[in-house]
């Protein structure tokens, strides 16, 4: 079975911070991306990455950067970390295509005070 | 550009009643493909269904079915004889055909089954 593992479950930051949140895969995917998931707004996009060092911005970028510098990996980078980016981040991938069923990792809950 | 609407924000039923999660859609492509996902409690998304848009077969597998209409946009889900278990929050998706091809889900809709 595919398994996509976020590196923390729980994260307590302080506002200003730089936070780093990683991802890992371990069949082979292509298409890797970022979520936040918020009461009442379902999940969000926040950036995709179709494959190594390529990314596009989903529906809410701002404030929010990634890195994917293997195929493997794929980091969200919150360069200063503020009170409306405390949320739960999910990470997912897929083969390839618009077709293909996502994997998720189990979220990590960021609170950032 | 594309949206999914579920407007049912929570639904609570006792066990062994049937219940039915709406799904409405909005896309201007004519190929497109349409999920539904399960987030049970421990909260890791898991993948029920995905139809594309030329197939309006709809689909049973066990207690579960679903109904897909595109003279309604609509891509619904249909729980019978609800357990405990089932209790979740669903989502319904959906995803460019051509292009990035993101994955665009829904607000959610979450069930509670009482037993």
């Known amino acids: 079975d595919v398994k996509v593992t976020q590196s923390s479950r729980y994260l307590v930051k302080r506002t200003g911070e730089k936070v780093f949140l990683e991802c890992v895969q371990d069949m082979d995917h292509e298409n890797m991306f970022w979520y936040r998931q918020d009461p009442g707004l379902g999940l969000r996009l926040i950036y995709f990455?179709?494959?190594?060092?390529?990314?596009e911005k989903g529906d809410i970028p701002e404030g929010y950067s990634v890195s994917r510098e293997k195929k493997e990996r794929f980091s969200l980078i919150l360069e200063s970390a503020s009170t409306n980016q405390t949320s739960m981040y999910l990470c997912a991938s897929r083969i390839t295509a618009g077709w293909e069923k996502l994997f998720f990792g189990s979220g990590t809950q960021l609170s950032v005070l | 550009a594309q949206k999914v609407t579920q407007a049912q924000t929570e639904i609570s039923v006792v066990e062994k009643e049937d219940v039915t999660l709406d799904c409405v859609y909005e896309?201007?492509?004519?190929?497109?493909?349409l999920f539904w996902y399960k987030q049970p409690p421990s909260g890791e998304l898991v993948f029920l269904i995905r139809?594309?848009?030329?197939?309006?077969q709809n689909e049973i597998s066990g207690r579960y079915s679903w109904n897909f209409q595109k003279s309604t946009s609509s891509f619904n889900f249909t729980i019978t004889a609800s357990q405990v278990v089932d209790s979740a929050v669903y989502f319904c998706?959906?995803?460019?055909?051509?292009?990035?091809?993101?994955?665009?889900f829904g607000t959610g809709t979450r069930l509670l089954v009482s037993p």
């Open positions: 139809r594309n848009s030329f197939d309006e």
């Open positions: 998706a959906l995803s460019e055909a051509l292009g990035f091809q993101k994955l665009v």
């Open positions: 896309t201007r492509d004519t190929t497109y493909y």
């Open positions: 990455s179709y494959d190594v060092k390529m990314k």
